[in-house]
């Protein structure tokens, strides 16, 4: 794609996929930033989790949600998923005609601009974890005098879809995850799963005020907005319209979506996403 573009070009959507329904606070954090641009949204509904999948099959379904957003005309791709980002963001990006970002590197990035110890703790799913992609990220970033601790939150995205968000049981649960990045004194923490920044309350209640909660998604939407300006882009004319597909049953993802986005989530169907399986090494757009 020509860093110059039509009005017409410019008006394509923005393409974001996730495994489910975390991508959604990605989602909104672009609405937010980026008001006048339109989001075209796929949660593979039908395949979560991602994280507990082999490397070679997160970027299988990848690139099929890929190629499915691709058919749809967008202008650029958000890997909204930090599982799918570890494993299938790099070999995206080579293979894509339009801009593709993930949300490990940005997160990363901000997290390293505001720490002051070089401390830096991770909350994330077990299959983000177990990637080391964060840690790869920051470790780059920090130099041999940095410190990153990992913790794994594998009940957090369960109880977030199941509506205890301000939850006494997610607070003990929280209390547990977080217990050993106090006692190391981490001044950082990247919330590095989508579904994470529905906590954000609550987790900062947990650590205190003295530590910045790093929300990969709204740095996400930073980076998506410099890459539009950049490159010339961004939409400016006219309301947005925001599409959301879904590869199982809308009704789950609605409900869900009304109450983490408010409101942004209105246009929900259902797509087929086999249909979209690979023919070729290089994914073309249009």
Known sequence: MTSLLTALERDRPIGVFDSGLGGLTVAAALARRLPSESILYFGDTARVPYGSKSPDVVRRFSRQAARLLLSRDVKLLVVACNTATAHAEEALRQELEVPVVGVIEPGASAAVEATRTGR???????????????????????????????????????????????????????????????????????????????????????????????DSGEETATAVARILADRRMARTDGPPVHSFLVSDSPLKFREFGTRATHGLVVDVSHVDIDGFGLHTERLENG
């Open 120 to 214: 830096i703790g991770v909350l994330g799913t077990s299959g983000t974890i177990g990637s080391g992609a964060y840690d790869l990220a920051l470790r780059r970033r920090l130099g041999e005098d940095g410190r990153v601790y990992a913790q794994p939150c594998p009940l957090f995205v369960p109880l977030v879809e199941e509506g205890w968000i301000d939850h006494p049981v997610t607070r003990a649960v929280a209390a547990e995850y977080l217990r050993p990045l106090e006692e190391v004194d981490v001044d950082v923490v990247i919330l590095g799963c989508t579904h994470y920044p529905l906590l954000r309350g609550l987790l900062q209640d947990q650590v205190g005020s003295d530590v910045r909660l790093v």
